[in-house]
């Protein structure tokens, strides 16, 4: 089954998370399908333009077809502090989130891993490293692959549970409602929290 990552914030907005879900393809193209039909929604669906109704239908939807998901974060009190002079320090965040929320997902795969990661916010050459760093992370059986996200509705449902976990990190003014829509997704493990 492929598991889908995207991410939401960075270094500098306070907080990143990183949200790894494991769906079967047709599932996810069908979740994305229903939430349009009941929504309306034309083109992307993205964490940060949907209301807080919709995020809650979302979240039922993604049960509905048996996705499940991993959520890490780092944020203004846990994030790594850059080193003088140090490049990339976002890039760094971002790759370490990665492998926490894959490796996470390796001990429950059966077979072969399939990731495919939103190749949206870097340029090429640092995603084709990010992928040749999850490639060795996941080892010869498994694949890696790079997906835009308007082709791809696993990175979209992703990208849902990334900004929702985002605005709970941020203590954004939605937070609070935030908070009680995944509340029972955490009880329920659909929705799980990687602290490392």
């Avoid at 965040?93 to 059966?110: D, K, N, S």
């Avoid at 949206?120 to 997906?147: F, H, K």
């Avoid at 941020?170 to 329920?188: G, K, N």
């Amino acid at each position: 089954m492929p598991i889908y990552c995207d991410e939401s914030g960075g270094v500098s907005a306070g907080a990143m998370v990183f949200a790894a879900v494991s769906i079967d393809a047709d599932a996810a193209d069908d979740l994305l399908d229903r939430f349009k039909t009941v929504t309306g929604l034309r083109g992307e669906m993205k964490g940060s333009r949907i209301s807080l109704v919709e995020r809650a239908l979302f979240f039922e939807l993604l049960e509905r077809y048996h996705g499940r998901a991993i959520v890490a974060a780092f944020d203004d009190k846990t994030m790594p502090r850059p080193q003088p002079g140090e490049q990339d320090f976002d890039l760094k965040v971002y790759v370490r989130l990665l492998e926490q929320v894959v490796g996470a997902w390796l001990p429950e795969v059966e077979g072969c891993a399939e990731i495919v990661i939103d190749d949206g916010r870097y340029s090429p050459a640092m995603l084709a490293a990010v992928r040749a760093d999850i490639a060795a992370l996941i080892g010869t059986c498994g694949r890696t692959e790079l997906a835009d996200s308007r082709r791809s509705a696993g990175v979209q449902i992703a990208d849902v549970i990334a900004n929702s976990f985002y605005n709970l990190a941020i203590r954004s003014t939605r937070s609070d409602r935030v908070q009680r829509i995944v509340a029972p997704f955490l009880q329920s493990s659909v929705l799980r929290l990687h602290h490392g």
